[in-house]
């Protein structure tokens, strides 16, 4: 059974710096690429970035991109999210997600952790 347990939220001032990590097991993780969700109250799901399953093609959302970088270790069947130079709308719930194959998939829309809030406020 696929599992995938994110933490590292919180509370962050405009401008600051939260790493999320996404621990996944149930699966190869080295075999699948791999996404970053977010959904603010009361807006749809959104991605947010995505990596191959060999670590070394990151894909992001404009409004992200410079500012998060996504990276994964393998041997640790790990995904992480650096999230720097956060904004107020950067608030929502974020979810780790297994793809379907070893490259991002455009729109789809897989099986999710539950998720780990991070809230950017003053």
């Not at 699966?27 to 996404?35: E, L, P, Q, R, T």
């Not at 990596?51 to 995904?79: E, M």
Request: proline letters at 2%; aromatic letters at 10%; charged letters at 15%.
């Amino acid at each position: 059974e696929v599992s995938l347990v994110e933490s590292g939220g919180g509370l962050v001032q405009p401008g600051g710096s939260l790493r999320l990590s996404c621990a996944a097991s149930g699966f190869i993780f080295s075999s699948f690429a791999m996404s970053w969700f977010r959904q603010a109250p009361g807006k749809e799901l959104e991605w947010v970035s995505g990596i191959n399953s060999a670590g070394d093609w990151p894909h992001y959302l404009h409004s992200v991109k410079g500012r998060f970088t996504i990276s994964r270790d393998n041997a640790k069947n790990t995904l992480y999210l650096q999230l720097n130079s956060l904004k107020t709308e950067d608030t929502a719930i974020y979810y780790c997600a297994k793809d379907r194959s070893s490259v991002v998939s455009d729109g789809y829309v897989g099986v999710r952790g539950q998720g780990t809030q991070v809230t950017v406020s003053s």
